[in-house]
């Protein structure tokens, strides 16, 4: 147990962010990563894997509300929804909050982030208990190239950077993996980095995602932990151009969203320039 601590993530050995840790909560290895969580002053609790920051209670809500809200205010169904990763829970919560949602299929590599989320970081976790959710401990990349073609509507990929574990998240069989398992018209969203911290991360993903898509368009937010860079998501269908909102399903979330809305929906796509040329 520490007190008065601190928890640094370092990006590429040159620059690094800190949060000043309180206490720390859970400090465990699983044959995968090094999982902790911290309680900090600033940030409330933190989950941290293999040193490197996945998410706060404090600004969380940025982050799950842009990888899932998008997709689903506008994909042309959303009943059937995988999410690979996500084993903080917060993901699955935006997802079933949406009563259109009849199942979600939790895909997680590692037992030990669940665990440790249920048990020490409650207020991200809301939905285990809905009988929506089935929670599976399973490699991401083998459930996707196993579900039957056709067979899903979203896929969400609430994944940490492609190193380690999620390596295999990030190149093009598993993107055409995902395509296959989407029905006609479904969405693909995932978190794809920040453009500012690592453009060839980037730029990479952008480009080994349209081997597979027709449509594929980053997006972008601030999401404070994260360096305090601009960090993006991206979009994918196999449509030209990504579909239209749709108002009917902002308007059942629109009193649980702290960040998302309407008009955040188109703002969010608009690239600034330095991205622009970085993606030419």
């Known amino acids: 147990m520490t007190f008065d601590a601190w928890a640094s993530e370092t990006f590429d050995d040159s620059f690094r962010i800190s949060v000043k840790v309180r206490q720390t909560l859970f400090a465990e290895s699983s044959p995968y990563q090094k999982v902790e969580v911290f309680d900090t002053e600033r940030w409330g609790r933190v989950l941290m894997i293999d040193g490197l920051f996945m998410t706060s209670e404090r600004d969380e809500f940025v982050y799950h509300e842009l990888l899932t809200h998008p997709a689903l205010c506008s994909a042309p169904a959303i009943s059937r929804v995988v999410i690979i990763g996500g084993g903080d829970g917060g993901c699955a919560r935006e997802v079933l909050r949406h009563p259109e949602v009849q199942s979600v299929s939790l895909v997680e590599i ?32 083998e459930y996707i190239a196993n579900l039957p073609p056709a067979s899903t509507d979203v896929i969400l990929l609430d994944s940490s950077d492609p190193v380690g574990p999620a390596e295999g ?4 069989t598993f993107f055409a ?5 989407l029905k006609p018209g479904g969405v693909l969203a995932l978190q794809s980095g920040s453009p500012f911290l690592m453009p060839k991360t980037f730029r990479d993903t952008q480009r080994v995602i349209a081997e597979s898509f027709g449509c594929v ?10 360096g305090s860079a601009i960090w993006s998501w991206t979009y994918a269908s196999d449509q030209a151009t990504r579909y239209p909102k749709i108002a009917q399903r902002w308007g059942s979330i629109a009193e649980t969203c702290k960040y998302y809305n309407l008009d955040i929906h188109d ?5 600034p320039t330095y991205v622009r040329r970085l993606l030419r």
């Open 217 to 226: 368009e980053p997006y972008f937010a601030n999401v404070p932990l994260y």
């Open 169 to 172: 998240l990030f190149n093009a």
């Open 267 to 271: 703002a969010v796509f608009a690239a």
């Open 110 to 141: 590692d037992r030990l982030v669940v665990e440790a989320s249920q048990k020490f970081l409650p207020s991200i976790g809301t939905a285990w208990d809905d009988p929506r959710l089935e929670v599976r401990i399973e490699d991401g990349v």
């Open 177 to 181: 993996a995902c395509r296959r398992a």
